[in-house]
């Protein structure tokens, strides 16, 4: 019977002592008011406990009122390093934002919550450090021109065509600086006083087109050719613009457009003066025989049963497509635009062979 009892009494025991423990715990902790802090919770180095909000942002104020957040801040990514002067960007502390997330953080709604929470804070014996603010906008816009100067440009993968076949080259990723990940670096080093100069934050840039996506390509859908005339500086621009054209990839679902692909043509890019239709008569105009890239391509097009999203034909017949075949270009003005409106990529290939431009779209044959 004594044994029995015994066995009962001692967790009895234990859960009492329990009780006890916590009970002296919240009375010691936790103020008369649930709205000051615990006791051992401090700020910075400045004890909080006991103090309501508005006590605690007027006393951590009062700590620092002398103390000047202006100083110099080191970023680097390895080889190189940056200056970042506080000052260029208004940092400051800010007292109120800290107390304010420090109480929120303690969820006092919910009583049960705030003793398990006071409990932590005081085992942990907890000294926050103080929230800053800044020019969000002006330190973002630095460390993006930062981006600007240190970017490195993901490259997709692309087809290179040969006698056999195509070749698929694979992709190469790029790199960014994390915008957000190097600015809340910066921030914790200036918090915690931290001296040392801060390594840049980094994130991949992954290409949209992979080698994985182009595996599928395995033939001609469509082959189109047109002559060239005799007109040098068309014949030029004509293999110039190709040039440009030649291996464009188009992912299913995917929009091309004609002159953001090629952009403007100018004497710089290497195009020449040549004659061009516009409004029923020929001028002559830097670029001029590009449309009939355009027409080519157009046709190629048509024949592989892509959708047609735009195209304008010429005010006047055209002689290297049969009429109503033609497409006219115009950079800033009149664009070809066409869909892929298959599952699977195409790439274009686009070449001059002998006197002839020639526009081929692979892709994945069917049956």
Same mark, same amino acid.
């Given at each position: 019977?004594?044994?029995?009892?015994?066995?009962?009494?001692?967790?009895?025991?234990?859960? *009492?002592?329990?009780?006890?423990?916590?009970?002296?715990?919240?009375? %010691?902790?936790?103020? &008369?008011?649930?709205?000051?802090?615990?006791? &051992?919770?401090?700020?910075?180095?400045?004890?909080?406990?006991?103090?309501?909000?508005?006590?605690?942002?007027?006393? $951590?104020?009062?700590?620092?009122?002398?103390?000047? $957040?202006?100083?110099?801040?080191? *970023?680097?990514? &390895?080889?190189?390093? %940056?200056?970042?002067?506080?000052?260029?960007?208004?940092?400051? +502390?800010?007292?109120?934002?800290?107390?304010?997330?420090?109480?929120?953080?303690?969820?006092?709604?919910?009583?049960?919550?705030?003793?398990?929470?006071?409990?932590?804070?005081? =085992?942990?014996?907890?000294?926050?450090?103080?929230?800053?603010?800044?020019?969000?906008?002006?330190?973002?816009?630095?460390?993006?021109? *930062?981006?600007?100067?240190?970017?490195?440009?993901?490259?997709?993968?692309?087809?290179?065509?040969?006698?056999?076949?195509?070749?698929?080259?694979?992709?190469?990723?790029?790199?960014?600086?994390?915008?957000?990940?190097?600015?809340?670096?910066?921030?914790?080093?200036?918090? @915690?006083?931290?001296?040392?100069?801060?390594?840049?934050? %980094?994130?991949?840039?992954?290409?949209? #087109?992979?080698?994985?996506?182009?595996?599928?390509?395995?033939?001609?859908?469509?082959? #189109?050719?047109?002559?060239?005339?005799?007109?040098?500086?068309?014949?030029?621009?004509?293999?110039?613009?190709?040039?440009?054209?030649?291996?464009?990839?188009?992912?299913?679902?995917?929009?091309?457009?004609?002159?953001?692909?090629?952009?403007?043509?100018?004497?710089?890019?290497?195009?020449?003066?040549?004659?061009?239709?516009?409004?029923? =008569?020929?001028?002559?105009?830097?670029?001029?025989?590009?449309?009939?890239?355009? @027409?080519?391509?157009?046709?190629?097009?048509?024949?592989?049963?892509?959708?047609?999203?735009?195209?304008?034909?010429?005010?006047?017949?055209?002689? +290297?497509?049969?009429?109503?075949?033609?497409?006219?270009? +115009?950079?800033?003005?009149?664009? *070809?635009?066409?869909?892929?409106?298959?599952?699977?990529?195409?790439?274009?290939?686009?070449?001059?062979?002998?006197?002839?431009?020639?526009?081929?779209?692979?892709?994945?044959?069917? &049956?």
């Amino acid at each position: 019977m004594y044994k029995k009892n015994l066995r009962v009494l001692i967790p009895l025991t234990i859960l *009492l002592e329990i009780i006890f423990v916590i009970s002296i715990a919240v009375i %010691w902790i936790v103020p &008369g008011n649930a709205e000051t802090f615990p006791q &051992g919770v401090r700020i910075n180095g400045e004890t909080m406990g006991g103090l309501t909000s508005e006590e605690a942002v007027g006393k $951590l104020a009062n700590a620092n009122e002398h103390v000047i $957040l202006n100083r110099q801040i080191f *970023l680097t990514d &390895g080889s190189k390093e %940056w200056t970042i002067n506080t000052g260029d960007y208004g940092f400051k +502390y800010n007292y109120s934002e800290t107390v304010r997330a420090l109480l929120e953080e303690m969820q006092w709604d919910q009583m049960s919550e705030e003793v398990i929470q006071c409990v932590k804070l005081q =085992a942990q014996n907890v000294d926050r450090l103080l929230e800053l603010s800044w020019d969000e906008t002006k330190l973002d816009l630095h460390l993006q021109e *930062l981006n600007e100067e240190m970017l490195v440009p993901a490259q997709e993968a692309r087809v290179e065509f040969t006698e056999a076949g195509i070749v698929i080259k694979e992709e190469k990723n790029g790199k960014q600086i994390d915008i957000k990940g190097t600015r809340d670096k910066l921030i914790r080093a200036l918090q @915690s006083n931290n001296r040392r100069p801060q390594k840049i934050v %980094w994130k991949s840039i992954v290409p949209p #087109v992979t080698s994985s996506d182009l595996e599928g390509i395995d033939g001609v859908l469509v082959a #189109v050719s047109t002559e060239l005339t005799s007109d040098e500086n068309r014949s030029s621009n004509i293999e110039r613009a190709a040039q440009l054209l030649d291996g464009r990839v188009l992912m299913p679902g995917e929009t091309f457009s004609f002159n953001e692909q090629l952009g403007e043509r100018t004497l710089e890019k290497g195009y020449k003066p040549a004659p061009i239709i516009m409004n029923n =008569a020929v001028y002559y105009d830097i670029g001029g025989g590009i449309c009939q890239l355009a @027409s080519t391509l157009y046709n190629a097009s048509l024949l592989a049963g892509l959708e047609i999203v735009e195209r304008k034909p010429h005010s006047m017949p055209v002689k +290297y497509v049969p009429p109503g075949k033609d497409a006219t270009v +115009y950079y800033g003005q009149i664009d *070809l635009k066409i869909r892929n409106n298959r599952v699977t990529p195409l790439v274009i290939n686009s070449t001059i062979e002998e006197r002839s431009l020639v526009i081929k779209i692979w892709g994945k044959q069917l &049956g």
